[in-house]
Nanobody, 121 residues
Framework: QVQLVESGGGLVQAGGSLRLSCVAS????????MAWYRQAPGKQRELVAS???????NYADSVKGRFTISRDNAKNTVYLQMNSLKPEDTGVYYC???????????????WGQGTQVTVSS
C-alpha cells in the first residue's frame, strides 16, 4: 500500500506564506510527474503546479510568480512554497504522484488525503 501524506496547511492572512510538504511511503525517484492540486468549495479540483522527473515545472496562471514547487527524491518528498497568498487560494490541497515504488510494487496515480489552506482577507 502506498501513502502520500501532506502537511503544512493552515490559516494565514492574505499576503502571508505557507510551505506544504508531501511525503511518499515509497520511492518517487521514477515518478515522471509530481503535482499539487487544489479544490475550493463548490469547485472542481484544479492543477496548481507540477514538476517532472527532470525538474521541469509548470504552474497555473493564477499562481505563477507566487508559488514554487520542488522535489527531493532522496526524501521522497515534494514541496509547495506559497507566497503572497490570496483569499482565492483557499481550498484543500492534494498531492499527486504518477508513480511510487514500494518494495517491488509500483503504484500508479496516487493521491494524498489533502491539507486545508485557508487565507483570510
Amino acid at each position: 500500500q502506498v501513502q502520500l501524506v501532506e502537511s503544512g496547511g493552515g490559516l494565514v492572512q492574505a499576503g502571508g506564506s505557507l510551505r506544504l510538504s508531501c511525503v511518499a511511503s515509497g520511492s518517487i525517484l521514477g515518478a515522471d510527474v509530481m503535482a499539487w492540486y487544489r479544490q475550493a468549495p463548490g469547485k472542481q479540483r484544479e492543477l496548481v503546479a507540477s514538476i517532472s522527473r527532470g525538474g521541469i515545472t509548470n504552474y497555473a496562471d493564477s499562481v505563477k510568480g507566487r508559488f514554487t514547487i520542488s522535489r527531493d527524491n532522496a526524501k521522497n518528498t515534494v514541496y509547495l512554497q506559497m507566497n503572497s497568498l490570496k483569499p482565492e487560494d483557499t481550498g484543500v490541497y492534494y498531492c499527486y504522484a504518477d508513480k511510487v515504488v514500494v518494495g517491488i510494487t509500483t503504484y500508479f496515480g496516487s493521491w494524498g488525503q489533502g491539507t486545508q489552506v485557508t487565507v483570510s482577507s
